[in-house]
Each structure stands twice: as C-alpha cells, then as structure tokens.
C-alpha cells in the first residue's frame, strides 16, 4: 500500500509540476490576455477599487456575454451592486456605458453587440436602463432615436470619492441655484428628461431651497403648477442668459404635447394666458406698439423674484444711480407758464395717476411710460428741477452722459428712441443654423451649446458665427 502511495504522488506532482509549467508560460500568457487583464487577475479583490471591478465586469461580459457573467463575475458585481445600489444586470449594462464615457450619444444596439444579446433580446434590459437613469448614472436622449452618454461629474465622483455621490442641491446660492435651473432645463431641451422628470426635478430644487426668497416667492403664488413651470423658464432665460424678449420657440421645448404647447402659444398670444393676466409677463414692443408673439418678465415680478440676483447684476451700475431719499429739498422759482408745467408732472408721476396713465397706453397698445424734455441755457435750472421732481414722486435717477454715447441732436433723440441706454450693441439673441442638419437654433448669448435635432456640439462666437465644437 505504501509503495502505491508513493508512486501515485510522485505521478500527481509531476502532472501538477506539468501544468504549472504550462499555465505558466510567459509567452502563451502574453498571446492570450491583455496587460489590463493580467493585471487585475494578480489583485487582491480587496486591493480593488470601483473601476477595477467594472473593468472586470466589462471584460467578463464581453468574453461570455450578459448571463454568464452573473454567475462568472459574481464577487465583482456583488461589490457594484453594493456601492451603487443597483442590481447585477445594471451592473454589466452600466459597465458599458462607462466604456463609451467619451461618447455623448450611445446606442443600446452597440451594447447588446458587445454582451453577445440580440437587437430584439436587449429590449428585455431597456427597464434596467430606465432605472439606471432613475438613479442619474446616465442620461438617455429619446430624440429621433434614442442614445445614452455618462455624465461628467458621475465619472468625477467615482474616480475621486470610488462611489457616486450626487451633487448636494439644497442650501444653494442663489446664483448656484440657477446653474442648477439651466441645467434642468438643458437636459429637457436635449430630451434627457421627460417633461414629469423636468417637473419633479424642478419643484424638488425649489423644495429643497427655501431659505431662498425666490424659491418662497414662487411657492407663495396661488397659480397651477403648469404656470408655475412656464414661469420658471421666463426666470432662467431672463436670469441666466438675460433674455427680455422672449418667443414660444424659446420655451416650446418644455412639452411632449403638441396640442398643449399650442394651447399656451395661443392663449399668450390672445392675452389670456394667467401669467399675463396675473401681471407677472407681459408683451414686448417694437417702436412703441405691442408685438403679441413675444413677451418678458414684469418689473414687478423681476423686482419680486430675481432681487436677489440684481443685486450681483446692479454692482456695475450702481455708481450712476441716484437715490430720491438722498436728494435735498432745494425752493426753485419758475415763472406762471414754467411752474404749471412742473407741478403738472409731478401730479402725473404720482402713483395713482402714473398707473391711469400706463393703463391707458397699454389699452391702446403703446409702448407703457413717457419721456420729458427740459430745454434752457446753462444755469436755468434743469438738473435741478429733475432731482426735485425725482425727490416729491420717490423715483431715483439713473445718471446717463450723452455727451459720452453720442455726438450731435439727431444721434441723441435716436440713441432714446431706440431704448439702449443701458444695452451694448450685440447681435443677440439670433437664429443661427446648425452646419450639421440645417435645424434653426436661437442664440442668446456667445458660448458652446448642443443642436437639439442632431446633438452636435457647436460654438457661436460674438459675431454670431458658428462653428463646430
């Protein structure tokens, strides 16, 4: 019996010493796996950090195919599903977008190739995909086709923190708060986000900022939540990109529904819509009359709501700005004609009569307010009378230099009829074409945007010229 054992181990050490050898040839190795795979065959699991293990699982996938890898790369998912909260068959999918990160525009079909699924089995995981977008690892676009892309920051986050910790949304800034408004905004207009998503995303911000008065004001107007959303973008289009002429092409992208989206249109046209019944939008004017296809914001609801951001916006300018409460009472002397005149005014500046007046001109469809034009040599008391006048109807006086803007009558009275006191010249916004699908784009301001129709990534530069990327 001792004789047999010993032959026997001598026989199995030397077929063990046999395969070691062979498992173990440099060169079969090296023709047979990546460095990558190599590399993390010879590390610890717990040496491992998130994108090692979906590194494994991408590798295992694409080898066996999405339902072999549930069982062969068990411990890897296992690890996946724990720091994410996903479950295993997100898991492998996810893997594969992180994959194609620097894609921006991802095909589920490219993804069934590589997990060895057909076209029609992968419809089977769609819901995978949905809940993985539920959990903001991806984006998915359902344009004319759907695509997927990974975001930057959730690329950022498991690289530096290995997990993915959301970016905290509550106790904003007011301006951080806004970077948030437009980015919700962006990813509807990109299709990334159902309007229901785009509605739960936004009213979730403004609950989780309520130290903000913008986001108490908001809550506060007794209006349908739908007013609520169409007030939202008149906010960040005038916040972000300080846009005061606003058009139905600018916010139609908020609706799935046609027919809704012409409802609104319509009834913004007609003057029935509640927001501007309510005062807080009103029409635009051309030259004095109203233009009905375009509005903006109410100094009232601008006043109300986006106080917070003036204050950033008016440091500028404030320097020009002189205050009715700081202007001195002076006693000025007219003659008969001069003094009625004045006092006159003055009467018509008062609250009550001014509000009859603008009444009066927006029936009419005139431009609201009236410009007055003091005449008389140096000396005879013009500025004067102007600080008196602002100081008795507690309106503060914007200082401007025409001297500085323009050089003779005619470019004067041209330089405030055109209303560009405060404005520098520019070309925006303006309606650009996209060099890729001819799709026609509003621009309100320089910088690098997405087309909506063929998700290019362009530039328009000051000028308005645009370019790719």
Same mark, same amino acid.
């Given at each position: 019996?001792?004789?047999?054992?010993?032959?026997?181990?001598?026989?199995?050490?030397?077929? @063990?010493?046999?395969?070691?050898?062979?498992?173990?040839?440099?060169?079969?190795?090296?023709?047979?796996?990546?460095?990558?795979?190599?590399?993390?065959?010879?590390?610890?699991?717990?040496?491992?950090?998130?994108?090692?293990?979906?590194?494994?699982?991408?590798?295992?996938?694409?080898?066996?195919? /999405?339902?072999?890898?549930?069982?062969?790369?068990?411990?890897?998912?296992?690890?996946?599903?724990?720091?994410?909260?996903?479950?295993?068959?997100?898991?492998?999918?996810?893997?594969?977008?992180?994959?194609?990160?620097?894609?921006?525009?991802?095909?589920?079909?490219?993804?069934?190739?590589?997990?060895?699924?057909?076209?029609?089995?992968?419809?089977?995981?769609?819901?995978?995909?949905?809940?993985?977008?539920?959990?903001?690892?991806?984006?998915?676009?359902?344009?004319?086709?759907?695509?997927?892309?990974?975001?930057?920051?959730?690329?950022?986050?498991?690289?530096?923190?290995?997990?993915?910790?959301?970016?905290?949304?509550?106790?904003?800034?007011?301006?951080?708060?806004?970077?948030?408004?437009?980015?919700?905004?962006?990813?509807?207009?990109?299709?990334?986000?159902?309007?229901?998503?785009?509605?739960?995303?936004?009213?979730?911000?403004?609950?989780?900022?309520?130290?903000?008065?913008?986001?108490?004001?908001?809550?506060?107007?007794? /209006?349908?939540?739908?007013?609520?959303?169409?007030?939202?973008?008149?906010?960040?289009?005038? =916040?972000?990109?300080?846009?005061?002429?606003?058009?139905?092409?600018?916010?139609?992208?908020?609706?799935?529904?046609?027919?809704?989206?012409?409802?609104?249109?319509?009834?913004?046209?007609?003057?029935?819509?509640?927001?501007?019944?309510?005062?807080?939008?009103?029409?635009?004017?051309?030259? @004095?009359?109203?233009?009905?296809?375009?509005?903006?914001?109410?100094?009232? +609801?601008?006043?109300?709501?986006?106080?917070?951001?003036?204050?950033?916006?008016?440091?500028?300018?404030?320097?020009?700005?002189?205050?009715?409460?700081?202007?001195?009472?002076?006693?000025?002397?007219?003659?008969?004609?001069? =003094?009625?005149?004045?006092?006159?005014?003055?009467?018509?500046?008062?609250?009550?009569?001014?509000?009859?007046?603008?009444?009066?001109?927006?029936?009419?469809?005139?431009?609201? @307010?009236?410009?007055?034009?003091?005449?008389?040599?140096?000396?005879?008391?013009? +500025?004067?009378?102007?600080?008196?006048?602002?100081?008795?109807?507690?309106?503060?006086?914007?200082?401007?230099?025409?001297?500085?803007?323009?050089?003779?009558?005619?470019?004067?009275?041209?330089?405030?009829?055109?209303?560009?006191?405060?404005?520098?010249?520019?070309?925006?916004?303006?309606?650009?074409?996209?060099?890729?699908?001819?799709?026609?784009?509003?621009?309100?301001?320089?910088?690098?945007?997405?087309?909506?129709?063929?998700?290019?990534?362009?530039?328009?530069?000051?000028?308005?010229?645009?370019?790719?990327?």
């Amino acid at each position: 019996m001792s004789i047999f054992f010993l032959i026997y181990r001598s026989m199995t050490d030397q077929h @063990g010493i046999y395969k070691s050898m062979k498992t173990n040839n440099p060169a079969k190795k090296a023709k047979s796996s990546p460095a990558r795979t190599e590399f993390l065959s010879n590390t610890r699991s717990e040496d491992m950090g998130i994108l090692d293990h979906l590194q494994k699982i991408f590798e295992i996938s694409q080898k066996y195919g /999405i339902e072999k890898c549930l069982f062969k790369g068990k411990k890897h998912l296992d690890y996946i599903t724990g720091k994410l909260g996903i479950s295993p068959v997100q898991a492998v999918l996810f893997s594969h977008f992180l994959e194609r990160s620097e894609d921006s525009r991802i095909e589920i079909s490219k993804i069934a190739e590589a997990v060895k699924c057909s076209k029609v089995r992968i419809i089977k995981y769609m819901n995978e995909c949905e809940e993985l977008e539920k959990k903001k690892l991806i984006r998915c676009s359902r344009g004319d086709f759907v695509s997927y892309r990974i975001p930057r920051e959730v690329r950022e986050s498991l690289r530096k923190f290995n997990e993915f910790k959301p970016e905290n949304k509550t106790n904003l800034s007011i301006s951080k708060f806004f970077v948030f408004l437009e980015q919700i905004f962006d990813e509807r207009s990109n299709n990334e986000l159902t309007h229901d998503n785009m509605a739960m995303e936004l009213f979730d911000l403004i609950d989780q900022n309520m130290h903000l008065e913008f986001c108490r004001k908001i809550k506060s107007y007794n /209006i349908e939540a739908a007013d609520q959303l169409l007030l939202l973008c008149f906010c960040h289009l005038f =916040g972000n990109n300080n846009d005061d002429n606003i058009s139905s092409y600018d916010f139609k992208f908020m609706y799935e529904d046609k027919s809704i989206f012409r409802y609104i249109e319509k009834n913004l046209v007609n003057g029935r819509h509640t927001l501007i019944g309510e005062e807080f939008i009103e029409y635009t004017n051309d030259n @004095g009359f109203v233009n009905s296809d375009s509005w903006k914001m109410t100094e009232k +609801t601008k006043n109300e709501l986006l106080f917070e951001l003036e204050i950033r916006q008016n440091k500028n300018f404030r320097k020009n700005l002189i205050l009715h409460e700081k202007i001195k009472l002076k006693k000025m002397f007219y003659n008969d004609g001069e =003094g009625k005149a004045v006092q006159k005014l003055m009467s018509l500046l008062q609250e009550e009569n001014y509000r009859k007046i603008i009444d009066r001109l927006d029936g009419k469809g005139m431009r609201k @307010g009236f410009a007055c034009l003091f005449s008389g040599g140096p000396g005879t008391g013009k +500025t004067e009378t102007v600080y008196q006048i602002a100081r008795e109807t507690k309106r503060s006086i914007m200082m401007v230099d025409i001297s500085q803007t323009k050089s003779s009558l005619d470019d004067s009275i041209d330089f405030f009829k055109t209303s560009k006191i405060l404005e520098k010249t520019s070309v925006f916004p303006a309606v650009v074409s996209c060099p890729i699908c001819v799709k026609k784009l509003k621009a309100v301001k320089s910088g690098r945007f997405r087309c909506s129709e063929c998700k290019t990534i362009l530039a328009i530069d000051e000028s308005g010229k645009v370019l790719l990327g």
